[in-house]
């Protein structure tokens, strides 16, 4: 199994989810007890719902044309796909297309401002989920949301400077471009200069999905605001993730 969808992400040219399995101990099977696993550690389910989202009725400002054109030159094309199959290098190929890009900012415009409708968010909410078997017994999720979402998120983040600042300086996932990469590095360099100290490394079991909702929103109305309408389209909902069962059939677990 983790053979076939090795080759299967080469194959659409997902270099770095294919190099992730390859370091795993291999893809969970498509079974009952790997199913009813995910679903034990999807924490925030229904119960967790906000009340539900008011669509705005006038338009927002939507996204900065410059930021989501840097947004998207510098995303990662070869990025697993969400469950609609579209990529990163999929909407690149739109670049060459001064309409197409056009289209493109018109539809990141709505994502960004949360005018879109309930069946489109429905859509762009679905995450497909990767059960990854880990060292020491159990699984391990690996979520590959729609790149519409991300990208719209990507070019926000990018203009907004002030919800870069609002998450502090010393943190390497918001606005930090390579920012993995740089921690690493970092690390590294510092463990070598200082080979007499310890260095802990904190694992949060299932950290993402056990983050409060509404501290998130109330978060982002004091500190950054502009992201607030793409914030309460997605988390005004339950999450709603994809697994690709026996049958080889996507099921859906919230």
Do not use: M
Not at 126 to 140: A, E, F, H, N, V
């Amino acid at each position: 199994a983790l053979a076939n969808e090795v080759q299967r992400r080469v194959h659409k040219a997902a270099w770095r989810s294919a190099a992730s399995l390859l370091q795993s101990r291999g893809v969970a099977p498509p079974t009952k007890a790997t199913r009813d696993a995910l679903q034990r550690k999807l924490v925030g389910g229904p119960g967790d719902l906000l009340p539900p989202r008011v669509r705005p009725a006038s338009t927002g400002s939507g996204v900065n044309r410059d930021a989501l054109f840097k947004a998207l030159s510098s995303a990662p094309s070869a990025s697993a796909p969400g469950p609609t199959g579209w990529r990163f290098a999929h909407i690149q190929a739109f670049k060459a297309h001064p309409r197409a890009l056009a289209w493109v900012g018109g539809l990141c415009d709505r994502i960004a401002d949360g005018d879109v409708p309930e069946s489109t968010v429905d859509l762009l909410a679905l995450t497909k989920l990767t059960p990854l078997l880990k060292d020491g017994g159990g699984i391990r999720p690996v979520a590959e949301g729609e790149c519409w979402r991300k990208l719209t998120a990507r070019a926000l983040v990018r203009h907004k400077t002030t919800s870069v600042a609002a998450v502090g300086s010393h943190q390497y996932g918001a606005g930090r471009p390579g920012g993995a990469e740089t921690l690493v590095h970092a690390v590294q360099v510092g463990s070598e200069a200082r080979p007499g100290h310890a260095w802990v490394q904190l694992d949060v079991a299932n950290a993402f999905p056990s983050v409060s909702r509404r501290a998130v929103l109330d978060a982002l109305a004091e500190y950054a605001p502009a992201l607030l309408p793409l914030a309460e389209t997605f988390l005004r909902r339950a999450s709603s993730f994809v697994f690709q069962g026996a049958g080889g059939l996507g099921e859906i677990l919230e």
